[in-house]
């Protein structure tokens, strides 16, 4: 039992999602710092929180799903206090690749350290609160791996030297 439980550590996994993880393809919501202009057509669809559901906003990118339409409200005069107040953040749905955890660090040793925490005397002696309570991260309640670096580079919403822009490029330094 013990043997096991160190295995899904180290590949930073659960007994329920080892049971698929071949074949697991992970959707994440990955904020976009400088969202798109809202005609843009894009490889991957978006949302935007506060969701705007009145018909004059319908299709102007504040909800892009080919899909389904938005939801609607029960209260409409709520849903425009409530987005009046609030600024629109814009979230790409991106998808990983069969088999690809986005939360495997690439290292068994650092999944097993975010788990257990980064002293072994704490694995032996656990008077510590675990790293997993740690929720203070402004992009995930829990580390991501490099699958969703790639994920964002190839959507164009990080850059290799990690400044962010939406279509990927560098601003040119002005001399």
Same mark, same amino acid.
């Given at each position: 039992?013990?043997?096991?439980?160190?295995?899904?550590?180290? #590949?930073?996994?659960?007994?329920?999602?080892?049971?698929?993880?071949?074949?697991?393809?992970?959707?994440?919501?990955? +904020?976009?710092?400088?969202?798109?202009?809202?005609?843009?057509?894009?490889? &991957?669809?978006? #949302?935007?929180?506060?969701?705007?559901?009145?018909?004059?906003? +319908?299709?102007?990118? +504040?909800?892009?799903?080919?899909?389904?339409?938005?939801?609607?409200?029960?209260?409409?005069?709520?849903?425009?206090?409530?987005?009046?107040?609030?600024?629109?953040?814009?979230?790409?749905?991106?998808?990983?690749?069969?088999?690809?955890?986005?939360?495997?660090?690439?290292?068994?040793?650092?999944?097993?350290?975010?788990?257990?925490?980064?002293?072994?005397?704490?694995?032996?002696?656990?008077?510590?609160?675990?790293?997993?309570?740690?929720?203070?991260?402004?992009?995930?309640? &829990?580390?991501?791996?490099?699958?969703?670096?790639?994920?964002?580079?190839?959507?164009? #919403?990080?850059?290799?030297?990690?400044?962010?822009?939406?279509?990927?490029?560098?601003?040119?330094?002005?001399?």
């Amino acid at each position: 039992m013990s043997g096991s439980s160190l295995q899904f550590a180290f #590949i930073n996994s659960t007994t329920v999602e080892n049971l698929s993880r071949k074949i697991k393809v992970w959707d994440l919501a990955v +904020y976009m710092p400088n969202p798109p202009a809202p005609n843009a057509v894009l490889p &991957f669809q978006t #949302i935007t929180y506060p969701l705007i559901t009145s018909s004059d906003t +319908y299709g102007n990118g +504040y909800y892009t799903n080919p899909i389904s339409p938005p939801p609607v409200p029960s209260s409409t005069s709520q849903t425009q206090t409530r987005t009046a107040t609030q600024t629109p953040r814009t979230f790409a749905i991106l998808h990983t690749k069969p088999g690809e955890n986005p939360w495997d660090l690439g290292s068994p040793f650092a999944n097993l350290c975010t788990v257990m925490g980064d002293n072994p005397f704490d694995w032996i002696f656990p008077l510590h609160h675990s790293p997993c309570t740690n929720h203070n991260r402004g992009e995930s309640a &829990f580390a991501l791996g490099p699958v969703v670096q790639r994920l964002k580079q190839e959507a164009g #919403i990080v850059i290799p030297n990690g400044s962010s822009s939406f279509n990927g490029e560098e601003e040119k330094e002005k001399k």
